[in-house]
């Protein structure tokens, strides 16, 4: 924008990210750590002037070093993304400053440097939510949780470690839900492996960063996943031959049919990995994990419901957009447990393997992941549509179904 035009336009932090985003505070080893929400608000500014370094405040919190965070963490956020043309145009902020601050936090609960990653996090989600809103009509809706200092205002400064990381991540957790996001420092790493198990089972991501851009990388990444390259002319041909190829074989599959070894372990007195045998039944004491085999590449879905039909997304975590090796897979992972909760009676995981990514699935991503929240005949109802689906799909020869179960007692 010119300087001598003047404009109504709005200011692009109008404080209305449909997501929010967590400051971590943790202050003695023997104290959980809390978490706060921050919000954003906007103040009026001087005639003609744009937003700078200065013009970034905390307006509830009296400490420097907090506001010196602040100051670094969002102007980072807004600088970076402003060269990568993610400020809408019609958001250039030019009358207004912006003002962070806690929800419900007494003015002297948040104290030092390390909320500068948070300061960073929250300032970009309302940049990216205005765009998409601007651009789309409609923005999706994460959550995150941040902890991390930066001293200087430069998106590859080194993003510095933080104390009592421990407590602030149970916090995080303990605050987020399914599909919710907390970044770390990596100097902090490596993490207690009970955060990565407890993390797993909520399905939230953990992700450590050595400096700012990889952290705003990621966001732009999971707000704008990638599209396909335009097929050039040896992918036309490629899918002339693949469309001629199902006219001639019909419904039969284009690419043999993925088969699967699967097997139970649960956790002995001493970490160590013991397959279930059959019959035997785990308690609210035991942890459990699954070994799954494809003897190809593969995509593959797993699922846990348990005895009262909550379904968990077990895995993949995200989106698969890459077929996945011929390998050994331990879900949730190597040295992770997933840890059984009140619910008593039948558990049972339902695995997928497939050559193709499955969109049906995908599509229910989000009320699988909030199968908890649903009422009880609901919750019979989106079992029965999920193995109902997976079923047909094995029968049309697109996929293998296994089926594990175990009893809870």
Not at 158 to 164: D, N
Request: glycine residues 6%; charged residues 30%; hydrophobic residues 35%.
């Amino acid at each position: 924008m010119r300087g001598e035009e003047k404009t109504t336009l709005p200011s692009i932090m109008e404080g209305d990210a449909v997501g929010k985003v967590y400051s971590l505070v943790a202050e003695r080893e023997d104290k959980e750590g809390e978490a706060f929400e921050v919000k954003i608000m906007p103040f009026s500014l001087p005639a003609r002037q744009i937003l700078n370094f200065e013009h970034i405040k905390v307006v509830n919190v009296d400490d420097k070093e907090v506001k010196d965070s602040a100051q670094i963490g969002g102007s980072i956020a807004y600088e970076r993304l402003k060269r990568l043309k993610k400020v809408h145009k019609a958001s250039e902020i030019r009358d207004s400053g912006v003002a962070f601050y806690f929800e419900d936090c007494p003015p002297d609960r948040i104290k030092g440097p390390s909320a500068g990653l948070c300061f960073l996090v929250k300032m970009a989600q309302e940049v990216i939510e205005d765009f998409l809103k601007r651009e789309t009509g409609s923005s999706p809706s994460y959550d995150f949780a941040a902890t991390g200092e930066i001293k200087n205002p430069s998106s590859d400064d080194k993003i510095r470690a933080v104390g009592f990381i421990k407590e602030k991540m149970r916090a995080a957790l303990a605050v987020l839900g399914n599909g919710g996001t907390v970044f770390y420092p990596k100097a902090n790493d490596p993490l207690d492996p009970d955060l990565h198990q407890k993390a797993a089972q909520k399905r939230l991501a953990l992700v450590a960063g050595d400096e700012p851009q990889q952290i705003i990388d990621f966001l732009l990444k999971k707000y704008f996943p990638p599209k396909p390259p335009p097929p050039d002319g040896k992918w036309l041909k490629r899918i002339l031959l693949v469309c001629l190829t199902v006219i001639i074989m019909g419904d039969k599959p284009l690419l043999p049919v993925p088969s699967v070894e699967a097997a139970l372990f649960y956790e002995g007195k001493k970490s160590e990995a013991i397959q279930l045998p059959e019959g035997k039944a785990l308690t609210q004491r035991d942890g459990f994990r699954v070994r799954i085999t494809p003897d190809r590449t593969c995509f593959l879905y797993v699922f846990e419901v348990d005895g009262k039909h909550h379904i968990s997304w077990m895995f993949p975590p995200h989106p698969q957009l890459r077929p996945l090796p011929r390998t050994v897979y331990w879900i949730p992972g190597n040295d992770l447990w997933v840890e059984l909760d009140e619910v008593k009676g039948e558990e049972t995981i339902l695995i997928w393997a497939t050559t193709s990514p499955s969109p049906w699935l995908e599509d229910r991503r989000e009320s699988i992941d909030r199968s908890e929240d649903l009422p009880a005949s609901e919750r019979l109802e989106l079992k029965k549509q999920l193995e109902d689906h997976l079923k047909d799909e094995q029968q049309k020869q697109h996929g293998t179904l296994r089926r594990l179960t175990f009893q809870h007692g």
